[in-house]
């Protein structure tokens, strides 16, 4: 329920909306008869990719950091190793 609350969702609105699908209300709902331990990983797991939709410009957001950092990595490694392939060649 926390973390439903953490992402900006409703929990019990959530949670209405699945009940007439019996695998994830038993997913949802903790004291159903279905649900075992192993469930909690799946609704995490099911709440977290209902907030990536729900929370798209964060979710770019961080996408584009990511891919700019990576970017800025790769540049310095290539920088790096034309430093090194010019000081092996240039030594001999």
């Not at 209902?50 to 540049?75: A, E, H, P, Q």
Request: charged letters at 15%; glycine letters at 6%.
């Amino acid at each position: 329920m926390s973390y439903t609350e953490d992402v900006g969702l409703d929990f019990n609105t959530y949670k209405e909306v699945h009940k007439t699908n019996k695998y994830l209300y038993s997913v949802i709902e903790p004291d159903s008869e279905n649900n075992n331990s192993s469930n909690a990983q799946g609704m995490f797991w099911e709440l977290h990719r209902l907030s990536n939709g729900t929370r798209k410009i964060s979710f770019y957001t961080c996408l584009v950091f990511y891919i700019f950092g990576f970017m800025c990595i790769g540049w310095v490694f290539i920088e790096n190793f034309i430093w090194v392939l010019c000081t092996l060649y240039a030594g001999t």
